[in-house]
T-cell receptor
Framework: EPEVTQTPSHQVTQMGQEVILRCVPISNHLYFYWYRQILGQKVEFLVSFYNNEISEKSEIFDDQFSVERPDGSNFTLKIRSTKLEDSAMYFC????????????FGDGTRLSIL | AQKVTQAQTEISVVEKEDVTLDCVYETRDTTYYLFWYKQPPSGELVFLIRRNSFDEQNEISGRYSWNFQKSTSSFNFTITASQVVDSAVYFCALSEALLYSSASKIIFGSGTRLSIRP
């Protein structure tokens, strides 16, 4: 069964540095999402992306964050000038072109800011 | 606004006991989806079930069953004859189900940590 793939599985970065989290959605999917889960807390929506633009973003998704689909297969989340509180698990998800199809989640990237 | 409440923060039972995880949701949408996900210690989200708001039939899958009651806005999850491998955090979640919505973000509850003791 096709899977959403996220790399790396664990990223360690110094505070203040930029980090890019990478996701390869399922090939025929057209909607893409990023979610965040701070350790011990619930999973929170960050952003949705469709047709090369952001469809919706949460209050968390401020100017520090950006998303991009640089080619036909990757979907990236960039975090500029990372802060300690950015440490979390970041999940990518994708779904097909109709809303009655479920989102498929990747296994997540654990981001640790030192 | 959409909201999912899982009032049980932690539950601990002895193996082979039945356990029910509660979930109450709020939404103004007439059409929506409800979900349950399992998050084992390894951290990934394991999809368990998705239920459309029009389908109030209860569902059983092996030792798992789900009780959807629209009248009380609840979508409870029962594990029968629990096993140690069921130990995990379980999340209830909600999303809108508009036909051509490009968002359909998933709103998660805060999770219930389930520990099954041998």
């Amino acid at each position: 069964e096709p899977e959403v793939t996220q790399t790396p599985s664990h990223q360690v970065t110094q505070m203040g540095q930029e980090v890019i989290l990478r996701c390869v959605p399922i090939s025929n999917h057209l909607y893409f999402y990023w979610y965040r889960q701070i350790l011990g807390q619930k999973v929170e929506f960050l952003v949705s992306f469709y047709n090369n633009e952001i469809s919706e973003k949460s209050e968390i998704f401020d100017d520090q964050f950006s998303v991009e689909r640089p080619d036909g297969s990757n979907f990236t989340l960039k975090i500029r000038s990372t802060k300690l509180e950015d440490s979390a698990m970041y999940f990518c998800a994708s779904r097909e072109d109709t809303s009655n199809q479920p989102q498929h989640f990747g296994d997540g990237t654990r981001l640790s800011i030192l | 606004a959409q909201k999912v409440t899982q009032a049980q923060t932690e539950i601990s039972v002895v193996e082979k006991e039945d356990v029910t995880l509660d979930c109450v949701y709020e939404t103004r949408d007439t059409t929506y989806y409800l979900f349950w996900y399992k998050q084992p210690p390894s951290g990934e989200l394991v999809f368990l079930i998705r239920r459309n708001s029009f389908d109030e039939q209860n569902e059983i899958s092996g030792r798992y069953s789900w009780n959807f009651q629209k009248s009380t806005s609840s979508f409870n999850f029962t594990i029968t004859a629990s096993q140690v491998v069921d130990s995990a955090v379980y999340f209830c979640a909600l999303s809108e189900a508009l036909l051509y919505s490009s968002a359909s973000k998933i709103i998660f509850g805060s999770g219930t940590r389930l520990s099954i003791r041998p």
